[in-house]
């Protein structure tokens, strides 16, 4: 059942839940967070729009950047910005930032420990129809791995845009996962948020047989997936990952120690993303077994994101079958 | 116009930096050693006359801005900052030692007069220029700081550094003045070899750069090109520093097998022993 605490969109199972992208929820937040520190600057690699960056630069154009095509050169006019007390935000997809600027990002950003945010849109599977060369599935490998970075993963355009607003209070070095395609709004405006802690959106009546860890937009799918596994008995906790570094190991230990059994969801390659983060934050505390569900070592296609995300296996089926797994994992 | 007094208070101090590099670079048994030497009179100038700084306050907001994009020839930078007196000369024996902050590429959050961690070649030129950009918006017209920028030849192989330069000539940033350490050597050979950077000065004015050429060990003809670069209104300039490799050591004057290594005891005391022998002629 829905954790009633956290006040979430009671529309959620509705054919007309509200759909909205990720990336809107980012605009949002700048836009806000710009409105009271005029320290923040906006930078963008030709694509304002499409990471909604246009909200900002179209309210704030002296604050306004535009570097063209160039994502090297992005990072690291924000580093130079950022030493001389700007707080910059750059964005771009994410397949380009950081897919293309990983060691300026390492060196400019992280490394001087600068405040800059790194938002990188349209990650995931999901980015649809402009196929393998766009999507985005090494994002959050590449960044966690970077001392001094922290990354999130919001799940809707509501988390995101706290998640930016949280940020900008933080003022540190940041990478921000955002998403093209619409999906549903599971959290409200009185959903808590904070950044570091996850979240168990779905609930069960009695202590849970498996622990589901998603992030992103198929957290959705993976609540889905809980509620009609309840149906049969099988009683099922989602955890929102909506910080993956710092992660929140007191909250994962506590699922795992309860469950026994995980399933891991992201639309990230298995390697280096959300499953691994879960698998070395539990190896070294409470071994725990865990069914891992995103991209395996392939690279992405055309075609629709709904189609895709079925078609690689991260969808409610494929979450159900992990599921299923898992349970089978604990009898034996 | 400098001075006669001048030009010759600056040889003498940079003579005395190139003998702490030769020093440091033996004491740490690893390290870049013409680079160093090749740009010891540029860091001179700026360090002892141009730069607006205070090596008792790193901190200082008004200070101008200097930004090492090649990050390797950090001993010649550091022997500087010792000798300007932002650390004692006896830190240099630390360089490239465990727990030191003189690291072998330099780290800004160790060594806090550095304006950037740097070693990564291509990227510094795009960090000055945000810092110049910055500037921009908050003074616009009236900003009078200078944000300087070293890069290498070798470096605008990178396509970083182009990103950079095509943006700098977007943005008019005319408080941003980059010198080039045209060297012509890199780690595997000549830069005209390996990959040929001509017509390097056209390059720069078809991006929109004010571009002057000069001998980067001529005090005066140094100052005059950093006189005309602050005087321009509305475009970035580019000194390209034609520099020896090596200055001041006769066996690694011009070979590019001294890029990367440093002298050993017998190596150090013939070119301190040189260095000392063109001191007295100054």
Request: glycine share 8%; net charge negative.
């Amino acid at each position: 059942m829905i954790n009633p605490n956290l006040k979430l969109n009671p529309k959620i199972w509705n054919d007309d839940v509200e759909m909205l992208p990720i990336r809107h929820g980012f605009g949002e937040g700048l836009l806000k967070a710009a409105e009271t520190d005029e320290s923040i600057v906006g930078i963008c690699a030709d694509l304002t729009e499409s990471t909604k960056m246009n909200l900002f630069a179209d309210k704030f154009p002296k604050r306004f950047v535009q570097v063209g095509v160039a994502e090297q050169n992005l990072v690291t006019v924000a580093s130079g910005m950022a030493a001389m007390g700007k707080f910059p935000f750059v964005s771009s997809y994410a397949m380009f930032s950081p897919g293309r600027n990983w060691e300026q990002i390492r060196t400019t950003i992280c490394y001087n420990n600068v405040p800059v945010v790194v938002a990188g849109s349209h990650a995931g599977i999901s980015v649809g129809p402009d196929g393998g060369t766009h999507q985005a599935l090494e994002d959050i490998a590449l960044m966690r791995v970077l001392p001094n970075m922290i990354v999130l993963t919001p799940c809707d355009a509501i988390e995101a845009r706290k998640a930016t607003l949280a940020i900008a209070k933080l003022r540190k070095p940041a990478y921000i996962r955002l998403a093209r395609e619409k999906s549903p709004v599971i959290t409200t405006e009185e959903t808590p948020f904070e950044i570091g802690k996850a979240q168990v959106l779905f609930e069960t009546d009695g202590l849970a047989h498996v622990g589901v860890i998603a992030c992103g937009a198929l957290v959705h799918g993976a609540m889905r997936a809980a509620q009609k596994l309840e149906k049969e008995g099988i009683r099922v906790k989602v955890m929102n990952i909506g910080t993956i570094k710092p992660l929140d190991v007191e909250a994962i230990v506590a699922l795992a120690k309860e469950t026994k059994s995980l399933v891991t969801v992201e639309e990230h390659q298995i390697a280096g993303g959300l499953g691994s983060a879960v698998a070395e934050c539990l190896a070294s505390t409470v071994p725990t077994p865990i069914e891992f569900v995103g991209m395996k070592d392939k690279y992405g296609e055309s075609g629709s994101p709904a189609e895709l995300v079925e078609h690689f296996e991260m969808g409610t089926t494929a979450i159900i079958e992990a599921i299923r797994r898992a349970v089978d994992r604990k009898q034996k | 116009m400098l001075t006669d007094e001048k030009v010759r208070e600056l040889t003498l101090q940079a003579n005395a930096i190139r003998q702490s590099t030769i020093e440091e670079l033996l004491l740490a048994k690893s390290g870049h050693s013409a680079g160093p030497l090749g740009m010891t009179d540029i860091f001179t100038y700026f360090y002892f006359h141009a730069l607006r700084h205070d090596p008792k306050r790193p901190d200082w907001a008004e200070r101008d801005r200097f930004v090492l994009s090649n990050g390797h020839i950090c001993p010649g930078l550091y022997a500087t900052l010792a000798h300007a007196g932002y650390f004692p000369v006896e830190e240099l024996k630390t360089l490239r030692k465990l727990g030191s902050r003189l690291q072998g590429h330099p780290h800004r959050e160790w060594l806090s007069c550095v304006e950037t961690s740097s070693g990564p070649l291509g990227s510094g030129l795009s960090q000055a220029a945000g810092m110049a950009l910055a500037d921009k918006m908050d003074y616009g017209a009236t900003a009078t700081r200078h944000i300087y920028c070293f890069i290498s030849d070798g470096e605008l192989q990178e396509g970083n550094s182009w990103e950079g330069i095509m943006f700098a000539g977007k943005y008019k940033l005319n408080n941003l003045i980059t010198v080039i350490d045209y060297n012509n050597i890199q780690i595997e050979g000549l830069v005209s070899d390996i990959m040929p950077l001509e017509p390097l000065a056209d390059k720069w004015k078809s991006f929109n750069w004010h571009v002057i050429e000069v001998d980067g060990h001529d005090f005066r003809a140094i100052d005059e090109a950093v006189e005309q670069a602050k005087s321009m209104s509305a475009q970035p300039t580019v000194i390209i520093a034609h520099t020896i490799p090596g200055k001041g050591v006769s066996y690694m004057e011009r070979n590019y097998k001294w890029h990367g290594n440093p002298p050993n005891a017998e190596q150090a005391a013939q070119a301190i022993a040189e260095l000392k022998e063109a001191a007295l002629k100054i």
